[in-house]
T-cell receptor, first 113, second 111 residues
Framework: DAEITQSPRHKITETGRQVTLACHQT?????MFWYRQDLGHGLRLIHY???????NKGEVSDGYSVSRSNTEDLPLTLESAASSQTSVYFC????????????FGSGTRLTVV | DAKTTQPNSMESNEEEPVHLPCNHS???????IHWYRQLPSQGPEYVIH???SNVNNRMASLAIAEDRKSSTLILHRATLRDAAVYYC????????????FGSGTQLTVLP
């Protein structure tokens, strides 16, 4: 079955380190998204991509970057991790223009100490 | 962007129907209405979506008002597993394809 997987599930890193969170989907979806969710809050969009080599900034993109070299993967990089980036990160993918549901990964819990 | 208004929280008894309302009075004519839910410690899960007509699937039904300014997600028989935060999200058509999450409705299901 097609799926969307995130890795790692949990990560602890130190302030200032570069961190990359992986997102891999086998749905062959063109659209991929990264969200963060802070404790007790809703999801906020970080970056998104509508296809290979396409990337766009979302609402809270400062300190994050993404690259899309193939359809399946959209890794999220924290250039220099900060404590304010401690959060749960969710990846999602979709096809079409709202005519299909979006599929989310199980999340990566990142702690920056 | 279309704004949504949902109750912060609702309660239901197990095995009874639940009607979760959403107001989206600024929705445009081509916006789809998506519903997602998020169980504790999990990623959001797609529930249902529609444009103008009422929609049914194995999880729920979606009733869309004739003027499209509101919609109601219907869980026909709530189970304990349906306890989650439910998000109503108008999805802008055309070039904007990002889901914008509000605060949603926390549904509590009582045994």
């Amino acid at each position: 079955d097609a799926e969307i997987t995130q890795s790692p599930r949990h990560k602890i890193t130190e302030t200032g380190r570069q961190v990359t969170l992986a997102c891999h989907q086998t749905w062959n979806h063109n659209n991929m998204f990264w969200y963060r969710q802070d404790l007790g809050h809703g999801l906020r969009l970080i970056h998104y991509s509508y296809g290979v080599h396409d990337t766009n900034k979302g609402e809270v993109s400062d300190g994050y970057s993404v690259s899309r070299s193939n359809t399946e993967d959209l890794p999220l990089t924290l250039e220099s991790a900060a404590s304010s980036q401690t959060s749960v990160y969710f990846c999602a993918s979709s096809e079409g223009f709202g005519t299909y549901g979006y599929t989310f990964g199980s999340g990566t819990r990142l702690t920056v100490v | 962007d279309a704004k949504t208004t949902q109750p912060n929280s609702m309660e239901s008894n197990e095995e009874e129907p639940v009607h979760l309302p959403c107001n989206h009075s600024t929705i445009s004519g081509t916006d789809y209405i998506h519903w997602y839910r998020q169980l504790p410690s999990q990623g959001p899960e797609y529930v249902i979506h529609g444009l103008t007509s009422n929609v049914n699937n194995r999880m729920a039904s979606l009733a869309i008002a004739e003027d499209r300014k509101s919609s109601t997600l219907i869980l026909h028989r709530a189970t304990l597993r349906d306890a989650a935060v439910y998000y109503c999200i108008p999805l802008l058509s055309g070039s904007a394809r990002q889901l914008t999450f509000g605060s949603g409705t926390q549904l509590t299901v009582l045994p």
